[in-house]
C-alpha cells in the first residue's frame, strides 16, 4: 500500500507542479471571447469556435524517476521540460495542422469521460512510465505498462505531443 500511496503523491506533485508552472488563469481558456464557444469571432452563432485550450503532460518514470513536463498554450507553442530525460528545456510550436487538431481534440465531450475519476483509474506497474495529461475536462493517466488500454481520445493526444515535440510515449 506504501507504494500506491507515494505514486499518488508523486502524481499530485506533479499535477500541483504543471498548474504552478501554468499561472492562475483558467485552465483552458485564453481570453474573455473564448467563454462564447458557439460562436466565431465575429459573433455569428454557428460559425468555428473561439475557444483554445492548453494542455499538460506530465510524465514520471517509476516511483522516484524524474518528472518530464510538456506545457502546450492555446496558441500551439510549448515548452518541454526535461522531456527526454536529459535535463533539457526546449520550446517550439506546433504546426498549425497539428494545433487544429490539438484542439479539436482538447474540445471533445468524449475527453470528460476519460479522466481518472470517471474510469476510475488507479496506477497498477510499477517501474513503467505514467503519463498524466492535465486538461479541462481533467486529469487523464496513462502507463507505459503491457496489457494497459489508454482511453481514445488522449491516446490520440498523447501521441500528436509527442511526436511533435522531444515529449516521449515509452521509456527510452
Known amino acids: ?6 505514486r499518488f503523491a508523486s502524481l499530485s506533485a506533479a499535477t500541483l507542479l504543471a498548474v504552478t508552472l501554468n499561472g492562475c488563469a483558467p485552465f483552458g481558456q485564453q481570453d474573455e471571447a473564448a467563454a462564447r464557444p458557439d460562436t466565431s469571432d ?21 516511483t522516484d524517476g524524474p518528472l518530464r513536463t510538456l506545457n502546450v498554450e492555446p496558441d500551439g507553442r510549448w515548452e518541454c521540460v526535461d522531456c527526454a530525460g536529459d535535463g533539457v528545456t526546449s520550446t517550439g510550436s506546433l504546426s498549425e495542422e497539428n494545433h487544429g487538431r490539438l484542439q479539436s481534440l482538447l474540445a471533445d465531450p468524449a475527453l470528460a469521460k476519460e479522466t481518472d475519476e470517471a474510469r476510475g ?46 515529449a516521449e510515449l515509452t521509456l527510452s
Open 121 to 166: 483509474y488507479k496506477i497498477t506497474c510499477v517501474g513503467a512510465l505514467t503519463s498524466s495529461l492535465l486538461t479541462t475536462a481533467g486529469l487523464i493517466s496513462s502507463q507505459d505498462c503491457p496489457g494497459e488500454e489508454r482511453p481514445p481520445v488522449a491516446e490520440q493526444i498523447l501521441l500528436l505531443l509527442t511526436q511533435n515535440t522531444p
Open 42 to 62: 465575429d459573433g455569428r452563432p454557428g460559425a468555428a469556435p473561439t475557444t483554445r485550450y492548453r494542455v499538460s503532460l506530465l510524465q514520471n518514470e517509476g
Open 1 to 6: 500500500m506504501a507504494l500506491s500511496w507515494s
